[in-house]
């Protein structure tokens, strides 16, 4: 669960860790919408603080110059800090009303500055940082919305331009002041410009590599770069050499009712999370799992030459991790494993959905030995004794008629040997 957790964890592509405290404000008011949009949303949280920030800055600096000639100036930065500042309040009115709002702020408070400073301060500049930030929170499902709201402040900007020429600005400010002023401007559009679009490219950047892990939770990583390198090629691979392991949990329907749905699947998450890192250490690569079985493969989808060892090995550390988690749950769990070597069919199916599989024989054969089994045994077919060369690891028991294969010789890798070759 903890590297589901991890992948899923909205900071984790950021190059930092935010405080808890910032990320309850760049998140605040959008719990209650989809993690998607969330993302989106907290942009006009990111900018509504930005622009506060920015508006008591202009405020402070206004009244340290000339709090008296600059009066209207000062309370004007006053109340855009303060109604930027509550933009993640809107949320509760729909998934734009924030965006929309935020608009309205900047917008008015921007002609009202103008108005007073005149266009030489520069602060119109700000029109086009607003009508971007506007296309960002807005998303490209309400691009007609976010359209509207960029030309909205193209309009803007070009009516205080021309509304608003050099000498007719209501408050009489020095040239020093003035570029004082264009420079501040500037710099607050650079800043929130560069915090947001830093904020876009992480979120691209974690929903690419979140693709990439969900691509790796369904196939293996060779696999899975051919696919996107070439996603209409067909990925079909036959394998000469390979061992296939099934294992299944034996008495699952009787320990479900036991022990509910809640730690049905906790145990099963705990258990096949268990599998999954021991087959990781072994080389070997989980196929996937099917209700309480376990398929696994060596030798594929890239070839090794101890294929056998690598499953006979990750059978007995998958036992001895079944008794620890059975214990951590208060149970006696059992599994019933069967293995094959031999070749095999490897592929890449679906289009929707993608997903890695095997076929052949030695699949059919590893099944059919897994069914074959009493619980707590690891039965073996010829390809698997074969491929061990004289490991001498499996006592022969016979032959057995396995449903839907025929006759076949079965090994067993009984409880002597298992503590012989355990590693």
């Known amino acids: 669960m903890k590297l589901r957790q991890s992948i899923f964890r909205p900071w984790r592509f ?24 969330q993302r989106f949303l907290a942009v006009a949280n990111m900018t509504g603080y930005l622009g506060a920030l920015s508006s008591l800055s202009f405020a402070l600096t206004f009244a340290m ?21 509550l933009t993640p309040f809107m949320h509760r009115f729909g998934r734009c009303a924030a965006v929309v709002y935020l608009a309205a702020v900047f917008y008015s408070t921007l002609f009202f500055f103008v108005s007073q400073l005149g266009r030489d301060a520069g602060i119109q ?10 296309i960002t929170g807005c998303g490209a499902e309400r691009m007609r919305l976010a359209a509207f709201l960029a030309a909205l402040g193209l309009v803007l900007h070009l009516v205080v331009w021309f509304a608003f020429p050099a000498g007719l600005a209501e408050a009489a400010i020095t040239p020093g002041l003035m570029s004082a002023i264009y420079i ?24 690419e590599a979140k693709s990439e892990a969900l691509l790796l939770n369904m196939m293996p990583s060779a696999v899975a770069d051919r696919l996107k390198e070439n996603p209409d090629k067909v990925i079909a691979d036959y394998h000469d050499e390979a061992t296939v392991m099934f294992a299944d949990l034996t008495g699952f329907t009787a320990l479900a009712a036991e022990i509910g749905p809640d730690r049905t699947v906790q145990l099963l998450d705990d258990l096949f999370s268990s599998f999954d890192l021991l087959a990781e250490r072994r080389g070997a690569e989980k196929i996937k ?22 499953v006979m090995h990750l059978a007995l550390d998958m036992q001895r991790a079944l008794r620890l988690v059975g214990e951590s749950f208060g149970q006696e769990l059992e599994i019933r494993i069967g293995i094959e070597s031999g070749p095999l069919i490897a592929g890449v199916i679906g289009r929707a959905k993608f997903a890695y599989d095997i076929w052949g024989d030695t699949v059919n054969v590893a099944a059919r030995l897994q069914q074959s089994a009493a619980p707590g045994e690891i039965l073996a077919g010829g390809g698997f004794e074969t491929a061990l060369g004289g490991h001498q690891a499996c006592r022969y028991i016979g032959t057995r008629m396995l449903n839907g294969v025929g006759e076949k010789p079965v090994w067993l890798l009984d409880h002597k040997t298992q503590q012989r070759m355990a590693v």
């Open 289 to 310: 799992t099917i209700g309480d079985a376990y398929l696994v493969v060596a030798g594929a989808p890239v070839r090794r030459k101890d294929h056998a060892e690598t």
């Open 14 to 37: 950021m190059p930092f860790e935010l405080p808890n405290y910032l990320k309850a404000l760049v998140f605040a008011g959008v719990g209650a919408y989809p993690a998607k949009d």
């Open 184 to 207: 501040q401007s500037a710099t607050t559009i650079m800043i929130i410009l560069g915090a947001v679009t830093f904020y876009i490219l992480r979120l691209f950047e974690g929903a």
């Open 65 to 85: 110059v000339d709090f008296n000639a600059l009066r209207a100036a000062v309370f004007g930065n006053l109340v855009s800090a303060a109604g930027s500042a």
């Open 125 to 134: 500049l700000n029109y086009i940082a607003a009508a971007a930030i506007a």
